[in-house]
């Protein structure tokens, strides 16, 4: 059992930045694939990235070179900086821990962390 708790969101002017954390608890962190989605307002949710536990990391065409991914297995954390947000980014984000990739299946998920961008 992994459980996910997201924060860090916020009201952000365009052009700025945001942390988002997100915090696993469970002994086996490391062996997860971790995935970062949104979902705005009247929209279905939407793939953000992802971080394998081998340390591959794929993006969203919306958000690659502005969006990083990263996390500290020893801490049990992975993060998503977030810069040149725009308002279109605007939208509630979620962390999600997948044991397998093929297809991949996200077995767990947090509770979501709103983030507003404003023009």
């Known amino acids: 059992q992994v459980q996910l708790v997201e924060s860090g969101g916020g009201l952000v002017q365009a052009g700025g930045s945001l942390r988002l954390s997100c915090a696993a608890s469970g002994r086996t962190f490391s062996s997860y694939a971790m995935g970062w989605f949104r979902q705005a307002p009247g929209k279905e949710r939407e793939f953000v990235g992802l971080h394998t536990w081998s340390g591959n990391i794929y993006y969203a065409n919306s958000v690659k070179g502005r969006f990083t991914i990263s996390r500290d297995n020893a801490k049990n954390m992975v993060y998503l900086q977030m810069n040149s947000l725009k308002p279109e980014d605007t939208a509630v984000y979620y962390c999600?821990?997948?044991?397998?990739?093929?297809?991949?299946?996200?077995?767990?998920w947090g509770q979501g962390t709103q983030v507003t961008v404003s023009s």
């Open positions: 999600a821990a997948a044991r397998t990739l093929a297809p991949i299946t996200y077995d767990y």
